[in-house]
């Protein structure tokens, strides 16, 4: 037999050319959020992933996933006080607990953000969960004017939105039961009905869309049973001027999106779940979309004295908590 180039790279190097060893690992369940564990890698359990892949993964982590046999993480010391401080806020209004991740880019935030969202699902929290907050407000959905509210509505993404809500807190919906009458365009849902049958009609009808969204969030905010988490990735999209344009082609600030605007709502405090948290995690990975409002609420950077700054943006970060994340260390390293 005739040795080629190939061959003999091959003879020399083939454990380079064999598939990777598949590594037995543990679910990373909310029991294993201790300082014991530290450094070591456990694998999203398999009903948890199914319910994160209809929010989807955010992309930068999706592609660090893609060539594993299952998406994993390690916990770390920052993994475990945030785990604790969500925890804490099942007892408080959301209001209390407003945080957003910070620190250098690839040191971890989104991680931590989507490990927190693990955790939140593993236990009988409702989970609202943004990805990516950018495709909110870069103008890739349709929108249209709300005469009434002089807001902009995007009904397609919307309704989009409540069918993943609905799909991945089924079980706990179910429970949950309006508080009282609503009328939306041609649709009546009474008191005491399935907080569903109000998602349902947004979902089929797009353009009751964003009102149902908005009613929805007021309605699981007075649940007692379930807390509730909203966490958003790349949070400073919403503090910085959209990519949607008015009919005088300005480009819309975030709160003239009753989207954006709802969300704004509850990391500013103006609206709260009576039992949860908002969380968010910035991203300096996008240049269009970083927010010097939000930078400077956080005390991230000094304002210039020379500049105006959105006195609304700035409004809409009062009284946010500041979550540092550090650098791995090096047991977190090592895992």
């Not at 037999?1 to 060893?21: C, G, H, I, M, R």
């Not at 679910?27 to 989807?56: A, H, Q």
């Not at 991945?168 to 429970?175: E, G, I, Q």
Request: proline share 8%; with cysteine.
């Amino acid at each position: 037999e005739v040795e080629t180039p190939l061959s003999t790279s091959f003879t020399k190097n083939k454990e380079l050319y064999l598939s990777p060893p598949v590594i037995a690992l543990e679910e990373m369940l909310p029991d294993v959020y201790t300082d014991e564990n530290i450094g070591k890698i456990y694998r999203f359990p398999p009903e948890i992933i199914s319910k994160i892949k209809i929010f989807k993964f955010p992309p930068i982590l999706e592609r660090e996933f893609s060539p594993l046999p299952y998406p994993s993480l390690a916990i770390r010391q920052s993994s475990i006080q945030l785990v604790n401080l969500i925890e804490n806020a099942s007892q408080k209004s959301s209001a209390e607990t407003r945080i957003i991740l910070s620190g250098e880019t690839g040191v971890g935030k989104s991680a931590l953000l989507l490990q927190t969202v693990n955790y939140s699902l593993g236990k009988p929290w409702i989970v609202i969960y943004i990805p990516d907050a950018i495709k909110f407000v870069n103008s890739s959905y349709p929108y249209i004017k709300n005469k009434i509210t002089n807001e902009f509505v995007q009904p397609t993404l919307a309704a989009e939105f409540l069918k993943q809500i609905k799909a991945v807190n089924l079980k706990l919906l179910r429970d949950i039961t309006l508080t009282r009458d609503y009328k939306l365009n041609k649709h009546i849902v009474t008191i005491n009905s399935p907080v569903i049958e109000l998602i349902d009609i947004g979902i089929k009808d797009t353009s009751c869309a964003p009102q149902a969204f908005e009613i929805f969030l007021d309605e699981i905010g007075k649940n007692v049973n379930y807390p509730v988490l909203l966490a958003v990735d790349v949070i400073n999209a919403f503090y910085t001027a959209t990519d949607y344009t008015d009919i005088d082609d300005t480009y819309l600030e975030p709160d003239r999106l009753s989207l954006s605007r709802t969300i704004l709502d509850y990391f500013s405090g103006k609206r709260d779940f009576t039992y949860g948290a908002v969380i968010g995690a910035l991203s300096q990975c996008y240049k269009p979309y970083i927010s010097k409002p939000l930078n400077i609420a956080l005390g991230l950077v000094t304002p210039s004295p020379w500049k105006h700054y959105p006195q609304n943006l700035l409004n809409y970060a009062v009284g946010l908590q500041r979550f540092d994340v550090p650098n791995y260390s090096q047991p977190e390293a090592k895992g």
